[in-house]
C-alpha cells in the first residue's frame, strides 16, 4: 500500500481562477460534483439535487479572527506576529517572521506595545500594554493564504 504524501495532493490552479473575493449572495459559489466517475460544474443553490435520503451535509461555521499584528522593533526591523494562544489578558503566545529574541520590544499602531518575554524555537511568548481583545479589534488584521493578494475588510467576506 502507498504512503499517502503531502505532494498527492499538490495540483495546478490557474491565477485567474483563484476568487480574490467571496461571491453575493453566497448561494451562487461554484459547486463541483463528482458522480460516477463524472465531474458536474454547477451552483450551490443547486446542492439539494445532489443529495440523497441518508446522506450528511456538515456545515463549517468557523470564524476567522483578526490575529495577524505588523509592527516594526525599536530598531526598525519589521515583524509580523500571528496570536497562537492566550497567556492571559495581554500576553499570548505568538508564531512571527522577523528576527525576534527575548527583550525585544515591538512597537505597532495605535501606541500598542509589545515586549518578547520568552523565545522557543518558531515562537515567542509578547508581553502586550493593551488586553489582547482590545489588540485584535484596534490593529488585528485577517490572516489570508498567501494566494488572496487584496485585504478582506470584514470577517464576513
Known sequence: ?????????????PKELIAQEQIKPRTHSR???????????????NIIKYL?????????????????????KETGGKVSLMLVS?????????????????????LFDKNI????????????????NKSRNHIIKTIGKLPLPPYIIKDLKNEED
Open 86 to 106: 492566550k497567556k492571559d489578558n495581554h500576553s499570548a503566545e505568538c508564531i512571527f517572521k522577523g528576527n525576534l529574541k527575548q527583550g525585544n520590544i515591538i
Open 52 to 72: 440523497k435520503k441518508d446522506d450528511v451535509l456538515v456545515i463549517n461555521e468557523t470564524k476567522v479572527l483578526r490575529i495577524k499584528l505588523s509592527g516594526k
Open 1 to 13: 500500500m502507498k504512503k499517502t504524501s503531502i505532494d498527492d495532493y499538490d495540483y495546478y490552479l
Open 31 to 45: 459547486l463541483m460534483v463528482l458522480k460516477n466517475n463524472k465531474i458536474i460544474h454547477d451552483r450551490f443553490y
Open 113 to 128: 506595545k509589545g515586549e518578547v518575554t520568552e523565545r522557543k524555537e518558531n515562537k515567542v511568548e509578547v508581553k502586550f
